[in-house]
């Protein structure tokens, strides 16, 4: 908290309330780096009288002083301390030093996350994640979806039965959300465009870079778009965020020596098919209708580089509530980066005649979808969507390689705590 | 979807994309009122031949046509229609018409939730929610507070045993989180003002009005508020977002017939023993350090009016990590409305002694906190915050008396479907 009553000027009165990031002493002179609301602010103190013992690094202080404003400090301006008091102390020695230049394994910071996350790099990798579902919020908005949220204790899977957690409600079996997809299929019959971002669940057995047992994931869900519309709303939607990063977090990104993505031209869109043909002729020997794994999505992905869009997926590859195309295909697109799949989506079925048939092919009971099926009676208009990761995309924001970085306190097959 | 390439404008051309609210056939001429995406638009038909046997309310259609500037049609204009196509039509009769004054019983509505969403009460509804959630992370991100997202999928309980879903998380015992309590504490160590918006999970055993077992909270923590700032914060949040409201959804409001709220006086402050007094002069019997029942809080809700706060609550109704205050007493608040608690929060302990005291008095184990614990020992500032239950801020504003009307899917003990 800093409070400059008359503004950052030189020579006016300044409190700040933060926590110390650095101490430099010198002979006469200290400088103290404190964070104050995810902001460096540089303290200088010429009176040794004030340099406490207990002033450490981590320690909580509050310090009053004059402004003098130069170019050597963090934010263009110093406060030259004439009191301070310490108003909380470190009362053990931290497990690693958040200035360090060697970073701990993920493990042990992730032990200690809140104060791994006092780390300057984790500051604005946390501060660029709130501005990214800022942009995302900003661009939905402009484009009149309505804002939902639909509930993550559920009774059916959304997408079979793979991959669940269960859980005891009340006296009956539940699940949580895999996904919001059977709900905003259910409300864009009301309300035409729709958006959510918001948690989900998959029990994925395995530990690997780029999954996690609970994600945020970004679903639309809009009436009358077609696969192509789409595709464009979710290209021109990646294309507003990183144009604003790069607008109004440049400095940011730099610190965190973030990727520069180019978004300058149209994403690429292949078909399956065609990347079945590329594999063939560059890797080894697969059928149409094989799914591609993803040693053939990261040869492909590093052969295209960047965005791209694999569409027109084999329809036995996709969930039953995709739009078929031309008998075996289907009017659906997974967007990539490099390799990555960042979002799924496609047309979805809007006659529930057809739906049986999905469910009955993706072995599912119509039982379990009752209530669903029941609602495709009263006029279901034709309809897509999709489902991006979120943290996913954080990934290619900032050139991690491991999703936990660009999670608070990520959740996966071996880790629930902190 | 409506595409009106050169404008709304007298003469020009538009299609438009959406369902059948109602239909008025004349002699010679018939109105259609449609919905595209949460906005009517009246189409005039001339040419009976147009008129399928097909269109029925709840009909998906397209039509195109000649724009008309008019009063007389729900958004200044109407479209006379030259050709039209029906894309999908109700199979079934639905089980009751969303424009019939006798609004069926609400477990009849949300068995058809998907249907009775089209009823234009609830368009304006969650669009208004909508617009809620919207201006509330306007206000928080102009105070420069970092939007987080905490896990919902937890090792311990935040506030004790008590109301919590159990859940196998791969091998081992986890909970759905009853709030983001433990986290968003941690979490203002390294980013000082944080809020989120997201699902809390109660194993509510009754069912009552104003409780669901899964439920939207808005919580904030900040270092350095005292229990008088955070009073502070919340009011002027409510005021912008209510203020906000009148100023730009004041039509939808009136359609709904919501309350108007007076915000433009300071909300009382009443501390718990002022309410203590007032109940045994006017009500009954009760000692000081008695919980207030519902009956009390209601009496007093309806004395006073509006919003108010109850401060200064016993430190032994209060959750382990709030601050004492006065030996016996703490620094927490209640906001309410006419009796209905909004939100809850104050000063939190910040020493990790401190802290342990109050597991003990509420009868955790240190054990089970021992993570959370450790944190504290790195240099927690002083800091504070607040839930605030967004259902039930919707029924203040739209003056509904079951919680379940402003939730899409509401979860309680009877109800997991839809």
Chains 1, 2 share one sequence.
Not at 105 to 113: I, P
Not at 387 to 411: A, H, K, Q
Request: charged content about 25%; glycine content about 6%; proline content about 5%.
């Amino acid at each position: 908290m800093l409070i400059a009553q008359n503004g950052i000027n030189e020579g006016s009165e300044a409190e700040v309330y933060g926590w110390v990031l650095s101490i430099r002493e010198q002979k006469t002179i200290s400088f103290i780096i404190v964070y104050e609301n995810r902001k460096q602010v540089q303290l200088v103190i010429n009176d040794k009288k004030l340099m406490s013992s207990q002033l450490k690094q981590n320690s909580v202080i509050w310090a009053k002083g004059i402004i003098k404003i130069t170019d050597k400090a963090p934010n263009g301006f110093e406060i030259h301390v004439n009191s301070m008091k310490v108003l909380s102390k470190p009362k053990k020695l931290p497990p690693f030093n958040i200035m360090s230049r060697d970073i701990p394994t993920l493990d042990l910071r992730l032990d200690f996350r809140a104060l791994d996350l006092r780390r300057p790099y984790n500051i604005d990798l946390f501060t660029l994640r709130s501005k990214v579902l800022h942009y995302f919020r900003e661009y939905l908005i402009s484009k009149d979806f309505l804002e939902v949220q639909t509930p993550k204790i559920i009774a059916t899977a959304s997408e079979g039965g793979a991959a669940l957690f269960p859980l005891m409600y009340y006296d009956k079996q539940a699940f949580l959300a895999q996904s919001p997809q059977l709900y905003k299929e259910e409300l864009i019959m009301s309300f035409e465009r729709v958006f959510e971002i918001g948690p989900i669940f998959r029990a994925e057995p395995s530990r690997t870079l780029k999954h996690l047992s609970e994600a945020i994931s970004l679903d639309i869900e809009a009436a009358f778009y077609k696969n192509e519309d789409l595709m464009d709303f979710l290209e021109n939607m990646i294309k507003y965020v990183i144009n604003k990063l790069y607008e109004k977090d440049s400095e940011a990104l730099k610190r965190i020596k973030a990727p520069i993505l180019d978004v300058s031209k149209k994403f690429p869109r292949y078909s399956y098919s065609e990347v079945v043909s590329w594999v063939n002729k560059n890797l080894e020997e697969i059928h149409e209708g094989d799914d591609l794994s993803s040693k053939h999505l990261e040869a492909f992905g590093n052969h295209v580089g960047g965005f791209y869009f694999i569409k027109d997926w084999p329809l036995k590859l996709k969930p039953f509530y995709i739009q078929p195309k031309d008998g075996d295909y289907s009017n659906s697109f997974d967007l990539m980066y490099k390799g990555l799949e960042l979002s799924s989506g496609g047309e979805r079925v809007h006659d529930p005649t057809l739906l049986r048939k999905g469910l009955k092919r993706s072995g599912l009971s119509a039982k379990s979808f009752k209530y669903h099926l029941e609602v495709y009676n009263y006029g279901m208009p034709p309809h897509g969507g999709f489902g991006l990761g979120v943290d996913r995309f954080m990934m290619v924001v900032t050139g991690v390689e491991n999703i936990r970085e660009v999670v608070l306190y990520p959740r996966d097959v071996k880790r629930l705590i902190p």
